[in-house]
């Protein structure tokens, strides 16, 4: 079936609607860059209470004890649009870690496009090609349809969408 959202190039039409997965590192890089070419739809969900997925350390989930530290080196491990703080240490602990990722999201103004605290339960392919992703926040669960979906983790919790039906997460 047609794809409705693709420009003459094979990108995404700046008026398509982008959900991107997770606003860990990888999901705020995305954003950025989305907005950079001029998207103007796009929803980022994040079932934690902050921007930086892995580094935003809470007691109840295992990510980052609280006395983690990167052990990629600074000279390394920012982005290269945004570097450390001069301060930073070699390697830089995980408090610092989550600063810098919360403030890369508001130097480049990517927090109205962030939804924390919302789930995404589950994501299906329609047949016409865009993909209803049912997400879960504090009003409760409801569908919403995207032109592309975007699914930014670095580990286990990637195998829930499906091309063709939908899978519940465990
Ligand atoms: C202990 C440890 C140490 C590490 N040290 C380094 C290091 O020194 N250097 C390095 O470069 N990398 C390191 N890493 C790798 C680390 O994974 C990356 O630094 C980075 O966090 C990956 O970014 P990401 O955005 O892909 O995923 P994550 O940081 O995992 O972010 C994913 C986000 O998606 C959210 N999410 C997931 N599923 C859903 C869902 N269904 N609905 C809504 N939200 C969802 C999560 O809550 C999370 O906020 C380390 C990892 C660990 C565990």
Request: hydrophobic letters at 35%.
């Amino acid at each position: 079936m047609p794809r409705t959202a693709h420009s003459i190039h094979g990108g995404p039409q700046t008026d398509a609607r982008i959900c991107v997965v997770g606003a860990g590192p990888c999901g705020l890089t995305t954003l950025k860059n989305l907005k950079a070419v001029g998207i103007k739809h796009i929803a980022c969900y994040d079932d934690g209470d902050a921007v930086g997925g892995n580094w935003v350390f809470r007691k109840e989930r295992q990510s980052v004890f609280a006395t983690t530290h990167l052990i990629s080196s600074k000279k390394l491990s920012s982005f290269e649009d945004y570097p450390f703080p001069t301060y930073f240490p070699d390697f830089p602990s995980q408090q610092l870690m989550r600063s810098y990722f919360e403030d890369y999201a508001r130097h480049f103004g990517l927090m109205g496009d962030v939804h924390l605290n919302t789930h995404v339960k589950f994501a299906s392919l329609l047949p016409d090609g865009r993909w209803m992703v049912v997400v879960i926040d504090s009003k409760g669960e409801r569908e919403e349809v995207f032109d592309y979906l975007i699914s930014k983790m670095a580990f286990e919790r990637n195998y829930w969408i499906k091309r063709r039906g939908s899978q519940r997460l465990p």
